[in-house]
């Protein structure tokens, strides 16, 4: 089955910095790429994802790369905030429905 | 439109005995997933229901069952509980039917003490 691995599992950044979480997957069908943003205490939601047709997509200060051959895709936070401050989760997905595998997290911190 | 309600929020269970959780997903998705969220292990993948049929199924043992409803709620059931089972339960619903993966929306978990 599907693997996800990520890394860091702890990220400590200054206000205004970048940030960049990075994952690889095992299974070479996977061709949809999700990352999601779990505050503490709060529920997990969606903050952009990106399907294997398309190499980069952006939105806003957010951005995720794919490297197909590599196997591996990348968040990447632009001039963070403290409200960025949350556990962020890759996943990977083949399709034939909504089961997705999860990376194990990063904790983000966004320190003043 | 309301969000996905997940019932009941917090509840404490001795191993041994069973358990059922409740899932309401956003008017018209159809499909409703189930995750297990612990400290050590992230966000595991349980089971998929959609119009009814489990759709994806995870490595959990068959303790852990499911079921969805003609209007799309979904109940989980974890029988013969063990300490392990402590976790949060996370539904997720998604309007995406087709066969590709679509975003999931979360409910707010059912947090499971096993004592």
């Known amino acids: 089955g599907e693997n996800v691995e990520q890394h860091p599992s702890t990220l400590s950044v200054q206000e205004g910095d970048s940030a960049v979480i990075k994952c690889t997957y095992s299974d070479s069908a996977s061709n949809y790429f999700p990352w999601y943003k779990q505050e503490l205490g709060k529920r997990p939601q969606l903050i952009i994802d990106?399907?294997?047709n398309v190499g980069e997509k952006k939105d806003q200060r957010i951005a995720v790369t794919l490297n197909k051959t590599a196997k591996h895709f990348s968040l990447h936070i632009t001039e963070t905030q403290p409200e960025d401050s949350a556990v962020y989760f890759c996943a990977a997905s083949w399709g034939g429905g909504n089961k997705l595998t999860f990376g194990t997290g990063t904790q983000l911190k966004v320190e003043l | 439109k309301a969000g996905v309600t997940q019932t009941p929020r917090y509840l404490i269970k001795t191993r041994g005995q069973q358990v059922t959780l409740s899932c309401s997903p956003i008017?018209?998705?159809?499909?409703v997933s189930w995750y297990q969220q612990t400290p050590g292990q992230g966000l595991q993948f349980l089971f998929e229901?959609?119009?009814?049929?489990?759709?994806n199924k995870g490595n959990f043992p068959g303790r852990f069952s499911g079921r969805q409803f003609s209007n799309s709620r979904s109940e989980m059931n974890v029988s013969t509980l063990e300490l392990g089972d402590s976790a949060l339960y996370l539904c997720a619903s998604s309007l995406e039917g087709s066969g590709n993966t679509g975003e999931l929306f979360f409910g707010e978990g059912s947090r499971l003490t096993v004592l």
């Open positions: 990106i399907r294997s």
């Open positions: 008017s018209g998705h159809r499909s």
């Open positions: 229901y959609f119009s009814e049929t489990q759709r």
